[in-house]
């Protein structure tokens, strides 16, 4: 999936970066961190490398707007732009089996 989140001043995202998770500076009130998925990762050939992130524990309220962006459920995953077979493909043929075995509560997501 795409991911596009806005932190406006709020701290506390992490991305891995040599092995060790490093802050990653704040958006600000006009700016946007565009963050791609292992999968995407894969079905653009690796041109553009999908990173390790996480949120780390803040002692204050923090808030952000995230909006996630994926393929349909019918789409095919199982090659890249090129043709070359992704690491999800070994496995899934379409988007929509591929996401309720990596989310596990695909129904909580989307319905």
Same mark, same amino acid.
């Given at each position: 999936t795409v991911t596009v989140l806005s932190t406006f001043n709020n701290a506390g995202l992490e991305i891995l970066y040599k092995n060790q998770y490093r802050t990653v500076p704040v958006t600000g009130e006009n700016s946007f961190i565009v963050n791609i998925g292992k999968l995407v990762d894969?079905?653009? *050939?690796?041109?553009?490398?999908?990173?390790?992130?996480?949120?780390?524990?803040?002692?204050?309220?923090? @808030?952000? +707007?995230?909006?996630?962006?994926?393929?349909?459920? *019918?789409?095919?995953?199982?090659?890249?732009?090129?043709?070359?077979?992704?690491?999800?493909?070994?496995? @899934?043929? +379409?988007?929509?089996?591929?996401?309720?075995d990596y989310l596990g509560a695909i129904e909580l997501f989307y319905y």
């Open positions: 894969d079905l653009i *050939d690796n041109k553009v490398p999908a990173v390790r992130h996480r949120v780390a524990e803040v002692d204050f309220d923090r @808030y952000s +707007i995230t909006y996630f962006l994926g393929p349909q459920f *019918d789409a095919d995953i199982s090659r890249s732009m090129t043709g070359k077979l992704t690491d999800a493909g070994q496995k @899934y043929t +379409i988007f929509g089996e591929w996401i309720k």
